[in-house]
Each structure stands twice: as structure tokens, then as C-alpha cells.
């Protein structure tokens, strides 16, 4: 069974960066493309940014230009640099991962990791 752990997440003022990990564990596994979500409380929880195998990025239209995911293939580790941080980035950020196992490819996901933002 493969896991994802994050990491990174804290209290931050308004205006600074923080960078997020999500590593995963396991045996006999290799991951394809790989996600960061929030959910802020009373909210859904959105996609933030995904990356592919290939290194391809997409974002959603509110973090364009403050985030950037990035992955290193050969520690199995997924992050998300965060920056010119807004109070209304407040949430529980997760991280998502379509990983094959045994010829069989599973949405797996992490616990989440806590980032707030004061104004």
C-alpha cells in the first residue's frame, strides 16, 4: 500500500511563501500525474495545481502567477511553492496522486497539511 505524507504547512502573515511536500511511501509502485487540493472550512475542496510525469502544469486561475508544483521523480516527492500568500489561502491543503500498483492505478491521498494566512 502506497502512502502520501505532507508536510510544510504552518502560520504565515499575509504577503509571505511557504513550501509544501508530499512524499510517498511504499513498494512497487511508480506515480503518474499528481495533484495539490484545499478545502477551506464551509468550502469544497478545489484543485490548486497538477503536474503530469512529464513535468506538464496547469493551475487554477487564482494561484496563476503565486504557485508553482513541482515534483523530483527520484524521491517521490511532490511540492508546492506558495507565494504572496492571501489570508484567503487559508485551508487544508492536500495532496492527490494517481499511482499504479500492480497494474492497477489508484487515486490515493494524502491527510493534509494546515496553512494559515493572517491578514
Known amino acids: 500500500q502506497v502512502q502520501l505524507v505532507e508536510s510544510g504547512g504552518g502560520l504565515v502573515q499575509a504577503g509571505g511563501s511557504l513550501r509544501l511536500s508530499c512524499t510517498a511511501s511504499?513498494?512497487?509502485?511508480?506515480?503518474?500525474?499528481m495533484r495539490w487540493y484545499r478545502q477551506a472550512p464551509g468550502n469544497l475542496r478545489e484543485l490548486v495545481a497538477t503536474?503530469?510525469?512529464?513535468?506538464?502544469?496547469t493551475y487554477a486561475d487564482s494561484m496563476k502567477g503565486r504557485f508553482t508544483i513541482s515534483r523530483d521523480n527520484a524521491k517521490n516527492t511532490l511540492y508546492l511553492q506558495m507565494s504572496s500568500l492571501k489570508p484567503e489561502d487559508t485551508a487544508l491543503y492536500y495532496c492527490n496522486a494517481d499511482i499504479w500498483v500492480s497494474r492497477r492505478l489508484t487515486s490515493t491521498w494524502g491527510q493534509g497539511t494546515q496553512v494559515t494566512v493572517s491578514s
Open positions: 511504499g513498494s512497487d509502485f511508480s506515480i503518474a500525474s
Open positions: 503536474i503530469t510525469a512529464g513535468g506538464a502544469t
